[in-house]
Structures are given as C-alpha cells and as structure tokens.
C-alpha cells in the first residue's frame, strides 16, 4: 500500500510552479497525494490531477482566520515585516520599502512600537528565537493534527519557508515524525513576506543568493538548503536555440513586416503601476512616424480584474484597450496572459502551461524589453533583449517617486549588475528607447554576466533539481 504526501494548495503561482516542474507526477508514482484545498473549488483541480492516486480535503482557511482577526494580530503580523536577522554589509532593504508602505497604517492603529521592537530583534538572534516560540504560542493550535493522525504522511510539501498557513501544517507535521519540504517559487519571496513562522527539513531555493537570504535574513542553517534553478525557467533554456523559429512564427502569426524593431512592454499591477496605459500612449505618440516599430504590450493579470481596474483607474482595462488600438491600429499589439480564474478573489487565477510557451515567443522576437520592476526582466535577461525598468508617477498617494520601488531588496540586489536602464520620465523614455534599439550591445555583456551568476550550474535543470532533491529525502 502506497504512503501518503500532504500538498496544500492555495497559491495559484505555487501551484503552477509545482505543476511545471513535473513534481506532482513523479510523486505520485510512490506516494497517494493528499492534496488540501477549498473543496468548493474542487472542479478546478481535478483536470490536474487526472490519472492520479488524490484525495482531497477541505483546507478550511476561514477557521483560521476568524481566530486571528484581532488588533493584536494585525500588529504582529506587521512587526515581522520588519523582523530579519542582518550580517555587516547584508541587511535586508526591505525594511526601507516597509517604512514607506506601512506608514500610514502603523500612524492610523497607533502601532509606533512596531519600530522599537522590530530594530531589536533584527540585532538579536536570541529574540528571534524568542520570537519564534512566542508566535507558536499565541497561533491557533492542531489546526491539521486530525489528518496527520488519519494519513500518517511522510512528508508534507510547502511552497513558502513558512507563512500564511504553511506553519501549521510544519508544526503539526513535527509530532508525527513527518519531513517538510518547502519550495520556494518567487525570487522576493524570502525578502518580502516576513519573518519565518516555522521550521522546515528542506529548502529548495533557485540559486546562492536566496539561499544567503534564508540563511541569513530567517536564521535557517544552510545545510538544510539545496540549490535547485527555477522549474517554470526550464523552457526558456531549452528553447532558447530555437529562437529565431519562434521569432519567424510570431512575426507571421501577427502580420508583422519582417524589418520591423519589436518593443515588448509588460506592465505591473495597477494598485503601484497606475500609468502604464499612458506610458503605451506616449511611446507610440513618439514613433508613430516610425513605420519600422511594432509594440506588443501585455497587461498584468490585475488589470483583466474590472473590479481593481475600476478601483484604480476608474475605468475598466477593455476601455484603454480599445481607445489604444484605434488610435494606433496595427502599430500596437495586445498579448494579454490567458488566465483561468478558479474564484472571486484577485489572487484565484491559474495560468495554464501554454501561456510559459507564449512568452517563449514574445521574449524571442523582441528587439527591447520595457517593464514596470517585474521578475519579467530576468526573463527577459535569459534571452538577452536590452531592458529598461519604468517608474513614471508616484508610489501610491505618497510624495515618493516609483522608483521607491528599487528599495525592495530583491531589485535593490539587482543593482549592482547593471544590466536595466531605469528610467523616471517620459523624455527619457523615449532617449533610452532609441539607444537601446540602436545599441543593443551596450549592455550585452552585464546581461550574459548576471544569468550566469544568478542561475550558474542550474539552467534548465530547475524541475530535475526539485524531484531529484525531494526523492533523496523521503
């Protein structure tokens, strides 16, 4: 009889992760996978996890929640924001970034000590000891034991280092002698989402950079960590031959003249990013005499949202859309992700494997790459286009320019390779855009240099890295 693996699924980024990487299916080949979910949900999953040994069971979050909706909790779930462990010359900048963020909502709940404690215990190892205990003690207690006691699972697989509701199934997991493995699926991850809530077996992490970060900023020793690549990348590393193919296809599909320079713009979010529409308008305002450029804009998922569109533009996306594309007619194109949204919340989307293959595509025929401070641009640094990082307006309803958005430590740490243009205005925008364009290899080498570093031994080896590593360990 087969043993059983619990896997909580909550984060659709995570779930995609743990899909492209092929974990799901090399598991399933020993162990009966107890997959955790909204159970109203479960027409979503099923498709997934078709020809698989599954059980599912109700992940009931809102019992959770109910028990930590306090002040109390509110304040403690700040405070770790600004909780990290620190070495000389390796502190976590995020805590600039929070400063700003949270500063109208610690004024507002008169949290001030939030700063006090937080210096602390980023200078105390001993405190975040403490601290740790302490959360223990206040969180809700044998959330999940029940099932531990009914499946007696041999592991349980995470995709966080412990935050959310990860913890309570690490904690549960420890008394009945069950390993947690956590995977790590975003590069900000272990800079921006606080202070670890647990302890985990096994970190797989994409490269020696998060692993210095889990080390460091969540006191996790590094023999607890293996470098794995990043699974979802994979197949840029193994298309990445097939470029002009893809290139050829692209420009056919979308009647695109041969000669032409294609400009890839990606937005971020509206809530932060509230001009990315206008930068699309002004870009193309300034080329419109240029026949030889094409711009092919796709949108964050956010913006596909009406509600948030409406919220923070006032206005639903398809009306910008619409008002673009008259005006500039086939000099500009719409690749917007596909998306299957599974529920009612803005984060309840799932991108399907065919969308990893459209970017493949659209990272193969562009000539210059514009975002808004996306992991997009490593992306795009894996295919060697020129970059350039817009931050036009401000951050927020704050007097701080978007390119505040530089102190969140994971693009602080992209510093100091040199391989974007960053940019703050229009006029400039549009000077940077043509050197790039002109001069592709200005930047060439700084891009090469950081893939290199960034990714090292592990391109295109993220998804084997992953099962290799879990299979060692259970």
């Avoid at 000590?113 to 200078?123: K, S, V």
């Amino acid at each position: 009889m087969k043993k059983y693996i619990f896997l909580p699924l909550y984060r659709s980024f995570g779930f995609r992760y743990l899909i492209s990487s092929g974990l799901i299916k090399n598991l399933a080949k020993r162990f009966t996978i107890v997959v955790f979910i909204d159970i109203e949900k479960r027409s979503f999953y099923e498709p997934y996890f078709d020809g698989i040994d599954v059980i599912y069971e109700n992940l009931d979050t809102k019992k959770i929640d109910e028990k930590k909706n306090s002040i109390f909790f509110d304040f403690i779930h700040i405070l770790k924001k600004f909780i990290c462990g620190q070495k000389k010359n390796y502190n976590n900048n995020s805590v600039n970034m929070w400063k700003i963020k949270f500063k109208e909502e610690i004024k507002k709940k008169k949290f001030f000590a939030i700063y006090f404690l937080g210096f602390l215990l980023r200078n105390l190892k001993i405190l975040r000891k403490l601290f740790l205990i302490f959360e223990k003690l206040i969180d809700p207690k044998n959330i999940f034991n029940h099932y531990f006691e009914k499946y007696r699972p041999k592991a349980v697989i995470l995709t966080s280092y412990g935050y959310d509701y990860d913890q309570y199934f690490v904690r549960d997991a420890k008394k009945f002698q069950c390993k947690s493995i956590s995977i790590i699926y975003s590069w900000d991850n272990p800079t921006s989402k606080g202070y670890k809530s647990s302890d985990s077996d096994l970190y797989l992490v994409w490269n020696k950079i998060m692993r210095d970060e889990l080390n460091i900023f969540h006191d996790i020793p590094n023999k607890k960590i293996k470098i794995c690549g990043v699974s979802h990348w994979d197949i840029f590393f193994n298309q990445y031959k097939d470029q002009k193919i893809l290139k050829d296809d692209f420009y056919k599909e979308n009647s695109i003249n041969k000669k032409n320079k294609v400009i890839l713009f990606f937005s971020s979010a509206p809530r932060d990013f509230k001009n990315s529409f206008k930068i699309i308008d002004s870009i193309l305002e300034k080329f419109k005499n240029n026949d030889s450029i094409t711009l092919v804009a796709r949108m964050h998922p956010h913006y596909m949202d009406d509600v948030i569109c409406n919220k923070y533009l006032n206005n639903k996306s398809s009306f910008f859309i619409d008002q673009l594309k008259k005006k500039f007619k086939e000099k500009l194109i719409f690749k917007n992700p596909k998306m299957i949204k599974f529920g009612k919340n803005s984060s309840e989307v799932f991108y399907p494997a065919e969308d990893i293959k459209e970017l493949t595509k659209l990272y193969s025929s562009a000539n210059l790459f514009i975002n808004e401070y996306s992991t997009t641009q490593l992306e795009a640094c894996i295919f060697n286009i020129p970059i350039i990082n817009a931050a036009i307006g401000n951050y927020r309803n704050t007097e701080h320019s978007l390119s505040v958005y530089e102190q969140h430590h994971h693009l602080w740490n992209l510093k100091k390779y040199k391989f974007t243009k960053n940019i703050e205005d229009y006029n400039e925008l549009h000077n940077v855009i043509k050197t790039q364009i002109d001069n592709p290899e200005e930047l060439e080498q700084n891009r090469k240099k950081f893939v290199d570093i960034f990714l090292e031994n592990v391109k295109g080896k993220g998804s084997e890295n992953i099962i290799n590593n879990i299979n060692d360990l259970i």
